[in-house]
């Protein structure tokens, strides 16, 4: 099977699909408010000149790599952005989202996830992992609506906001394989713990 660089999906509400030139103000929209952007690495934009590089060197970029999984995530009414879904290609196949404040507690960013990990499963992806912040349980939430289970906490200095995290690591095996845990955060930071949660 070829593997492509982010297939368009759809959903019963939602367009996924790569983010294009056309898509610097609803970048901007996504990635420059603060709440929204609050338990994430990188600072909010605070310019349209800085949503046109973020998408000239993170998304143009990484539209030119043979394959990945990087979205925009549109309602179906408009194709407009309002949010974004990613699942990295590396070992970890961390999965991110984040989504406008207007369209939260709708269910939007579980559906979109749920999209991405379904092509991954197709496409033969073993396991997603997802983290959240500690203070952030409403992205456990999504996580959790995936059918992720959690699986341990560790601590790291998050930068470029250079802020000490508690992290709780969730993890999904698209391949049956119940009993494989991803352990690279776990042996790679002293402070790491498993919570009943």
């Avoid at 394959?67 to 970890?92: F, M």
């Avoid at 709708?106 to 991405?116: K, P, S, T």
Wanted: with cysteine; glycine share 6%; charged share 25%.
């Amino acid at each position: 099977m070829e593997l492509l660089n982010t297939p368009a999906l759809e959903t019963e509400r939602l367009i996924l699909r790569k983010f294009c030139a056309d898509d610097i103000a609803a970048l901007f929209s996504i990635f420059s408010d603060e709440e929204v952007n609050m338990y994430l690495p990188w600072f909010p934009l605070s310019s349209l000149e800085e949503a046109e590089r973020l998408f000239e060197t993170g998304y143009a970029v990484a539209y030119e790599q043979p394959w990945g999984y990087r979205y925009a995530v549109c309602l179906k009414e408009d194709n407009i952005p309002v949010g974004y879904v990613h699942l990295s290609t590396d070992e970890a196949h961390d999965l991110g989202y984040g989504l406008s404040r207007r369209f939260w507690r709708r269910g939007i960013a579980a559906e979109a996830a749920r999209a991405v990990a379904t092509q991954a499963e197709r496409d033969g992806v073993p396991y997603i992992t997802a983290t959240h912040d500690v203070k952030n349980p409403r992205s456990g939430g999504v996580m959790k609506a995936l059918g992720m289970r959690y699986q341990y906490t560790y601590q790291e200095q998050w930068q470029p906001k250079n802020i000490l995290v508690d992290f709780r690591l969730y993890q999904l095996n698209l391949d049956g394989n119940e009993n494989r845990v991803y352990r690279k955060y776990w042996e790679q930071n002293a402070v790491r713990y498993v919570e009943k949660i």
